[in-house]
C-alpha cells in the first residue's frame, strides 16, 4: 500500500502542476474581480471606483489579494513583470495547497476503511477524480479555503494534539471563505457529540480566534480604516438580501445542476446523499452535509459555492458505495458494466479540464502583453462593440499594460480614415474574419492572433464548448497595403 500511495499521489501531483499551468484564467468572474482586481489596486493599476460594489461594501476580505500582492511585488522585484506569470504563480500555490488537502485526507483512509481493496480505489479517485485538479488550481476564495480546511480536518484526524494548529487551518480557511464557518461547527459538533471532549479545545478555539484578528488587520490594511468584514458580508448578503438580486433558485437546484454533466455529475451527488445516509457518524458528514443544506437554504445558489467539498467528494463517493452493491445482486452486474464505462469518461473529462484554458480570452490578453513588453510596443487598440478589457460591464486591468489605450469606433469608415491618416494600427475584433461591412479596410488587415485557432472549428459540433472557443482576434492593418491585393 505504501507504494500504491505514492504512485497515486504522484499522479496527482503531475495533474495538480498541469492544471495549473493550462486552465488560465478563471472559472467565474468572482474568481478575477475579487482577487486578482483588489490586487491590482494595491499595485496602483486600478482604482477603487472600478471595482466590484463588494470593495464599497466592504464585504471581501483582504486576506488572498495581499498574500498575492506580497507575490507579485517579489516577482515584480526578480525581474517578472507579466501578470500572466503572476497569476500562473496564484494558481500553483492554489494547486499545492489542494494537493496537500489529498495527501492529508489519503493519510486518512486507512482510519476510516479496513479494506485493502477500498483504499486502493479510494486512492485512485482522489488521484483521478475528474474535476478535483482544475478546481484545486482555481484562485477562488471557495478552492482555497476548501483545501485548507480539509488540511486541518486530516491533521486532527493524524495528530489529535495539535489542536492549535487546526485551530489556525481552521481560521484561514474562514479568512478565505467565510461559508466554511458551518463546517468548522460541524466539525467541533462531531468532537464534542461523538468523542470524548478534548482537553486542549480551548487551544483550537484560540487559534481561531488569533487568526480572525489577524484578518481584521488585513482589512484594516486593504480598506484603509477599522471594519469587521463578516458582519458586512453577513448583513448584505442575508440581512438585506443582496445575494439574492443576483438570482433565486428552487431548493433542489444542486440536484439538478450536477444532471447538466451526465453521467459523471449525477453519480457525484447520487454518491454523496447515499455517503450521508449511510454513515451519519463520519466527520466528512458531519463537515460537508452542514455547507449543503445551509446553501440549499439560501435563495441565492450557484454550484461554486459547493466547491470547498472537492478534496473530500472522492473518498465520499466510494465509501458511499463500498460494501453495498454486492448486496444488491440485481444490479450488480448492470453496476460493473456500468464501472468500466465510467472510468474512461471519467479519464477524458479529467484531461480536458485540466489541459483547456478556463476563460479562453486570458489567452489573448497574454499575447497582448507579450507583444507589447518583447516587440514593438501596442499603444492604441482599437475596437468595436464591448471593450476587451471590460468584463461584465467591470475593467480587467490587471491584465491590461499600463500605456495600452483602447479606443472605441461605431464605423469601419471610421477604423479606415484613421488608418489613412496613422499609417497603422491595431484592431480588436469578437471574430476570426472582419465582417463584410468592413468594407475596403478587410483587405488591408491581417490577423496576428486568434484565441481559438480555425484548424479547431470542428470542435464546434460538441455541445458546451462555446465557452472554450473564444474567437477574439487581433489585426494588424496596414496602409502601405494598398495596391497589393
Known amino acids: 500500500m505504501r507504494r500504491s500511495f505514492y504512485n497515486w499521489m504522484g499522479i496527482a501531483g503531475v495533474l495538480h502542476i498541469l492544471a495549473a499551468i493550462f486552465s488560465l484564467g478563471f472559472y467565474h468572474f468572482d474568481e478575477h474581480f475579487q482577487t486578482l482586481e483588489f490586487l491590482s489596486l494595491r499595485l496602483g493599476k486600478t482604482t477603487a471606483t472600478e471595482l466590484p460594489w463588494e470593495y464599497s461594501h466592504e464585504m471581501r476580505a483582504w486576506i488572498q489579494p495581499i498574500l498575492y500582492e506580497a507575490i507579485a511585488r517579489g516577482m515584480r522585484w526578480s525581474g517578472i513583470l507579466n501578470p500572466m506569470d503572476w497569476a500562473l504563480s496564484f494558481r500553483l500555490l492554489s494547486a499545492a495547497l489542494g494537493f496537500i488537502s489529498l495527501w492529508m485526507i489519503a493519510l486518512c483512509i486507512p482510519k476510516w476503511t479496513q479494506s485493502e481493496k477500498t483504499e486502493r480505489w479510494c486512492l485512485r479517485l482522489l488521484a483521478l477524480c475528474w474535476f478535483v485538479p482544475y478546481l484545486h488550481a482555481r484562485t477562488s476564495s471557495e478552492s482555497i479555503s476548501g483545501s485548507l480546511f480539509f488540511i486541518g480536518l486530516a491533521l486532527f484526524i493524524l495528530k489529535p494534539a495539535r489542536v492549535f494548529w487546526v485551530g489556525v487551518l481552521l481560521g484561514l480557511a474562514f479568512q478565505f471563505r467565510y461559508q466554511t464557518a458551518v463546517m468548522s461547527v460541524g466539525f467541533l459538533a462531531w468532537i464534542i457529540l461523538l468523542?470524548?471532549?478534548?482537553?486542549?479545545?480551548?487551544?483550537?478555539?484560540?487559534?481561531?480566534?488569533?487568526?480572525?484578528?489577524?484578518?481584521?488587520?488585513?482589512?484594516r490594511i486593504g480598506y484603509g480604516h477599522w471594519t469587521f468584514t463578516p458582519w458586512n458580508y453577513l448583513y448584505y448578503n442575508l440581512v438585506q438580501g443582496q445575494s439574492s438580486e443576483f438570482g433565486v433558485e428552487k431548493w433542489y437546484y444542486y440536484f439538478t445542476e450536477l444532471t447538466r454533466v451526465p453521467p459523471l455529475g449525477a453519480l457525484v451527488g447520487l454518491s454523496t446523499v447515499i455517503f450521508?445516509?449511510?454513515?451519519?457518524?463520519?466527520?466528512?458528514?458531519?463537515?460537508?452535509?452542514?455547507?449543503?443544506?445551509?446553501?440549499?437554504?439560501?435563495?441565492?445558489?450557484?454550484?461554486?459555492?459547493?466547491?470547498?467539498?472537492?478534496?473530500?467528494?472522492?473518498?465520499?463517493?466510494?465509501?458511499?458505495?463500498?460494501?453495498?452493491?454486492?448486496?444488491?445482486?440485481?444490479?450488480?452486474?448492470?453496476?460493473?458494466?456500468?464501472?468500466?464505462?465510467?472510468?474512461?469518461?471519467?479519464?477524458?473529462?479529467?484531461?480536458?479540464?485540466?489541459?483547456?484554458?478556463?476563460?479562453?480570452?486570458?489567452?489573448?490578453?497574454?499575447?497582448?502583453?507579450?507583444?507589447?513588453?518583447?516587440?514593438?510596443?501596442?499603444?492604441?487598440?482599437?475596437?468595436?462593440?464591448?471593450?476587451?478589457?471590460?468584463?461584465?460591464?467591470?475593467?480587467?486591468?490587471?491584465?491590461?499594460?499600463?500605456?495600452?489605450?483602447?479606443?472605441?469606433?461605431?464605423?469601419f469608415d471610421e477604423i479606415r480614415s484613421?488608418?489613412?491618416?496613422?499609417?497603422?494600427?491595431?484592431?480588436?475584433?469578437?471574430?476570426?474574419?472582419?465582417?463584410?461591412?468592413?468594407?475596403?479596410?478587410?483587405?488591408?488587415?491581417?490577423?496576428?492572433?486568434?484565441?481559438?485557432?480555425?484548424?479547431?472549428?470542428?470542435?464546434?459540433?460538441?455541445?458546451?464548448i462555446q465557452r472554450f472557443a473564444c474567437r477574439w482576434s487581433l489585426f494588424r492593418c496596414d496602409a502601405s497595403t494598398i495596391g497589393t491585393h
Open 195 to 219: 468523542k470524548h471532549p478534548r482537553r486542549k479545545m480551548g487551544d483550537l478555539i484560540g487559534a481561531f480566534a488569533l487568526t480572525l484578528g489577524g484578518g481584521i488587520i488585513l482589512d
Open 276 to 411: 450521508w445516509i449511510r454513515r451519519p457518524k463520519h466527520i466528512l458528514t458531519w463537515t460537508t452535509l452542514p455547507l449543503f443544506l445551509v446553501h440549499t437554504a439560501i435563495a441565492h445558489k450557484e454550484l461554486r459555492f459547493l466547491f470547498p467539498l472537492a478534496s473530500a467528494l472522492p473518498i465520499m463517493i466510494v465509501l458511499g458505495w463500498d460494501g453495498l452493491l454486492p448486496h444488491l445482486t440485481s444490479v450488480w452486474r448492470f453496476a460493473q458494466i456500468g464501472l468500466c464505462l465510467l472510468i474512461p469518461i471519467d479519464v477524458i473529462a479529467l484531461v480536458i479540464s485540466t489541459m483547456k484554458p478556463s476563460y479562453a480570452p486570458v489567452k489573448f490578453y497574454n499575447y497582448i502583453y507579450s507583444h507589447h513588453v518583447w516587440e514593438s510596443p501596442i499603444h492604441e487598440l482599437y475596437y468595436s462593440g464591448d471593450d476587451p478589457y471590460t468584463i461584465i460591464r467591470l475593467k480587467t486591468s490587471f491584465y491590461k499594460p499600463e500605456s495600452l489605450k483602447t479606443v472605441r469606433f461605431d464605423h
Open 418 to 464: 484613421t488608418l489613412d491618416s496613422k499609417g497603422s494600427l491595431w484592431l480588436f475584433y469578437a471574430q476570426p474574419e472582419l465582417p463584410p461591412e468592413a468594407g475596403t479596410l478587410a483587405p488591408l488587415c491581417k490577423m496576428e492572433y486568434t484565441a481559438f485557432p480555425r484548424s479547431l472549428n470542428f470542435l464546434n459540433v460538441f455541445p458546451g
